[in-house]
């Protein structure tokens, strides 16, 4: 699976292309008859086309002063490199600049761009650091990709923070380092109620250990934790066998252990740990499960949404994540 489509609503928002309205209004003579929204009813994106020889910083400057930004609550931020990929440094930069034009920012996404555009192991990243502290009443952050650039610098980061107000995060990549997942896990977020990690595959940087996903595990993080996704993942069985045991599971209201190489034998980990009857939902969806265990977790679980879709042979030998290259 690659991430094939852009996100059509975010933040319970509808996403507006702020790039295509502009190209619809050149289409029509002029800049200035470029139709908006009204500033507060969408979630704003602002990317780079095929055919536009502008900069990223160059759009987010035409946002700048077309838009109301004072009231804006929600940003897409799409793809920002034109022939090939580039490191989010420099949009970074420009984004941070303009913190003070932004009081009401509350949602951001980083790296809605599809494997059309660029695949999600080549999307580079950088330091997000900055950006977290110029936004510091941030509610929801998602950020793609974790690559570095082509000299090996640079690559995703995070410093460990407080963000009071953060409720949502989540980190998608084909491989997340474990430096990032340590760093997260090193945060202080209060008001945290939904967490996902796509800890991806070794060969794309994501080497994180079941050390590093201990804090998440053992309860003592995150105490308004409600969702917590470990997805994506190679060592899938040893998630659920440590989730199975895991103290933060009684305060869930959903699990989302999906897109991973999960087996029979983590399954039946799950089945045989503490009750997984409290949930609203259970997502295990992108498995190598046999039909005998999935009928057993349904059976076992009969009041809760369990998602058994996408499901590999169980007696393949390539098992492969979800999202990777």
């Avoid at 800049?31 to 009813?41: F, M």
């Avoid at 969702?227 to 699990?255: C, K, M, T």
Wanted: hydrophobic fraction near 45%; glycine fraction near 8%.
């Amino acid at each position: 699976m690659t991430v094939n489509d852009h996100i059509e609503r975010f933040h319970g928002l509808p996403v507006f292309d702020f790039v295509e309205a502009l190209a619809e209004a050149e289409e029509k003579g002029g800049s200035g008859a470029v139709r908006l929204p009204d500033a507060a009813s969408a979630a704003w994106r602002i990317r780079l086309d095929y055919e536009s020889d502008a900069t990223f910083v160059e759009r987010w400057e035409q946002f700048l002063a077309a838009v109301d930004t004072e009231r804006v609550t929600a940003v897409v931020i799409g793809q920002w490199s034109q022939d090939e990929p580039d490191s989010f440094r420099e949009p970074m930069e420009a984004i941070v600049a303009a913190a003070g034009r932004l009081p009401a920012l509350r949602a951001l996404f980083v790296g809605d761009i599809t494997s059309e555009e660029c695949e999600i192991s080549w999307i580079q990243q950088c330091d997000i650091t900055p950006l977290l502290t110029a936004f510091p009443r941030l509610a929801e952050l998602v950020v793609r990709g974790a690559s570095q650039d082509w000299d090996g610098k640079g690559g995703l980061a995070l410093e460990p923070l407080r963000l009071e107000a953060l409720k949502a995060l989540r980190f998608e990549a084909g491989g997340l380092p474990g430096s990032v997942v340590r760093a997260v896990a090193g945060c202080d977020f209060p008001a945290l109620e939904r967490l996902e990690l796509w800890l991806g595959v070794d060969s794309y940087g994501g080497d994180a250990t079941m050390d590093d996903l201990a804090p998440f595990l053992d309860g003592t993080r995150f105490p308004a934790l409600r969702h917590l996704g470990l997805q994506n993942s190679e060592f899938q069985d040893d998630i659920a066998a440590a989730v199975a045991h895991a103290p933060v599971v009684a305060r869930l209201e959903s699990l989302d252990l999906s897109m991973g190489v999960l087996t029979d034998q983590g399954a039946t980990a799950l089945l045989e740990g503490q009750p997984l009857t409290h949930l609203r939902a259970l997502d295990l969806h992108h498995h190598y499960l046999s039909d005998a265990l999935q009928e057993r977790l349904r059976q076992a679980l009969p009041g809760v949404e369990l998602d058994l879709s996408e499901a590999g042979k169980p007696d393949d030998r390539w098992r492969y994540v979800a999202v990777a290259e």
